[in-house]
């Protein structure tokens, strides 16, 4: 479940994609459409200054404001499957018959 962190009530307009930076801050950038290239400009919205946590999650809600979720993340699962695929793909060594010679 999301809490908010910070209300800032920011309006969302379309094209845009809609962060939280690295400083805490409200910022958009341009969204990428069809074969464009290049660096999308980033544009600070909101100076806010969130101090971010690890393990938890920043986004902007529906409202315009800052929330945060705790990430969840299943490690032991993905640790398992792997040292099963390991085991897998181990095949057994065959052994080479040795020929016999002709008098």
Do not use: H, T
């Amino acid at each position: 479940m999301a809490k908010k962190c910070a209300k800032v009530g920011v309006k969302k307009e379309k094209g845009y994609l809609y962060f939280v930076d690295k400083k805490g801050n409200v910022a958009r950038a341009k969204m990428a459409r069809g074969k464009k290239k290049g660096k999308a400009k980033i544009q600070v919205v909101a100076k806010v200054g969130v101090k971010k946590e690890s393990g938890f999650l920043y986004f902007i809600d529906k409202q315009g404001d800052i929330s945060c979720a705790k990430m969840v993340r299943g490690g032991k699962k993905k640790k398992a499957k792997k040292k099963a695929k390991k085991a897998a793909k181990k095949k057994p060594a065959k052994k080479k018959k040795a020929k016999k010679k002709k008098k």
